[in-house]
């Protein structure tokens, strides 16, 4: 067993502050990137039923 020190851990008023015009550039940066993210889903989506075609629903049970 190692006795090793162990440091407080910081309190939040020791980080890093952002400020109002940060915070908004930030959400509108998360936004963009989900909108990506959520775009590129259904086009991958869209993208697999097309090439499966449409006989797809007709295969025998």
Do not use: C, D, H, W
């Amino acid at each position: 067993m190692s006795m090793e020190k162990k440091t407080p851990r910081p309190s939040e008023e020791e980080g890093v502050v952002l400020t109002p015009e940060q915070i908004r550039r930030r959400r509108a940066r998360n936004i963009a990137i989900a909108s990506v993210l959520g775009f590129l889903a259904l086009l991958f989506y869209v993208v697999t039923i097309v090439k499966l075609g449409p006989n797809v629903l007709n295969r025998p049970l």
